[in-house]
């Protein structure tokens, strides 16, 4: 008795994809990951750090021009990239720490000087010296004795508000001239050198010079004598 084989019915496969419908995901996938990259800038830029340069001489001799800088951010302030809108948070300078710091003069790019007068402090400054409540302040760190001529306050600081300056006093457009920092405008606080660069013309590194920007990195390239490298990964 023979026995009779049915034969199976083939399996029906998907036609293979075609040639758009692949460059379709690609292009999505594509466009996905870029859009995840640019939230992430977006993320560490307005809130957690900045890279920015020194571009004056205000702060000779701890800040050299030239000299670029990871900024930490966090928890000073937080706000959307290449927009006027930021929120101030929690964290607060100490006295004698470095601060970058929307300039209060309209106009101006951001400023970095060391805070100097904390809020209710009382500071003058003559025979040379910068006194805080009566007493004589210590800097180490200012570029050159200041001018004992000079003379200023004495002043209270209000609350909410900082009295600013540079470390290179003769050549610093600090409190002095324009008044309080208020803690509104306060952005970060430096932390490390990653790059200094000595340009072959200063103002380089000024806002508005991306050509002699340039040109100070391809020099570098060039000419690496004019790399700082003994600046590198200094941190305050």
């Given at each position: ?8 019915k ?42 920015r ?20 951010r ?51 400054i ?14 180490p ?32 457009y600090?409190?002095?001239?324009w ?58």
């Amino acid at each position: 008795m023979s026995t009779r084989v049915i034969p199976e019915k083939p399996k029906e496969t998907a036609p293979p994809p075609t040639a758009e419908a692949t460059f379709g995901e690609k292009a999505k996938r594509e466009a996905i990951a870029w859009l995840w990259i640019i939230l992430a800038f977006l993320f560490i830029n307005g809130v957690i750090g900045q890279a920015r340069v020194i571009p004056s001489a205000s702060m000779e001799n701890t800040m050299l021009i030239g000299d670029h800088l990871i900024m930490d951010r966090f928890g000073f302030d937080a706000g959307v990239p290449f927009t006027s809108w930021h929120v101030p948070l929690w964290r607060s300078p100490k006295r004698q720490e470095i601060i970058i710091f929307r300039a209060p003069v309209e106009g101006s790019p951001d400023f970095v000087k060391r805070v100097i007068g904390m809020p209710g402090d009382t500071l003058e400054i003559h025979d040379g010296a910068v006194w805080l409540n009566g007493a004589r302040l210590n800097e180490p760190y200012i570029k050159e004795s200041m001018d004992a001529l000079e003379k200023y306050g004495p002043v209270t600081v209000p609350p909410n508000s900082y009295f600013a300056m540079g470390d290179n006093r003769s050549d610093s457009y600090d409190s002095r001239y324009w008044g309080f920092v208020p803690r509104a405008n306060l952005i970060g606080v430096p932390v490390m050198i990653y790059l200094s660069i000595d340009a072959p013309t200063p103002h380089a590194w000024e806002p508005g010079h991306l050509t002699e920007r340039f040109e100070a990195y391809g020099n570098a390239i060039i000419h690496p004598s004019r790399i700082r490298w003994g600046r590198f990964f200094r941190v305050y």
